[in-house]
Nanobody, 123 residues
Framework: QVQLVESGGGLVQAGGSLRLSCAAS????????MGWFRQAPGKEREFVAA????????YTADSVKGRFTISRDNAKNTVYLQMNSLKPEDTAVYYC????????????????WGQGAQVTVSS
């Protein structure tokens, strides 16, 4: 099992920044891919960004490219999502995910999910 604990959500004005953190524990050696997804009220869960844990390759959704950056700190077993130039349409619950497979954008890659962090962007 892998446990994921998220932090860093909150309320911010449009144009502002937030950084989400996702601390992983447990059988982290089994993790190949770490990702971030989000879900707004009444909408389906949407891929945001992901990376391969050991190789460092990243992929970011077009909707947030140039504004959001995924990174990791191996020593801390932590993945970050730096969110800049936030827009009201970025408002959602953000979920961290981890899994043993490749294929960054599909939820099927991920076996483990965090509890979610609310991000609210006011206009």
């Amino acid at each position: 099992q892998v446990q994921l604990v998220e932090s860093g959500g909150g309320l911010v004005q449009a144009g502002g920044s937030l950084r989400l953190s996702c601390a992983a524990s447990g059988r982290t050696f089994s993790v190949t891919t770490m990702g971030w997804f989000r879900q707004a009220p009444g909408k389906e869960r949407e891929f945001v960004a992901a990376m391969y844990w050991n190789g460092g390759a990243t992929y970011t959704a077009d909707s947030v490219k140039g504004r959001f950056t995924i990174s990791r700190d191996n020593a801390k077993n932590t993945v970050y999502l730096q969110m800049n130039s936030l827009k009201p349409e970025d408002t959602a619950v953000y979920y961290c995910a981890a899994g043993p497979r490749v294929g960054m954008t599909t939820p099927l890659t991920y076996d483990y999910w965090g509890q979610g962090a609310q991000v609210t962007v006011s206009s």
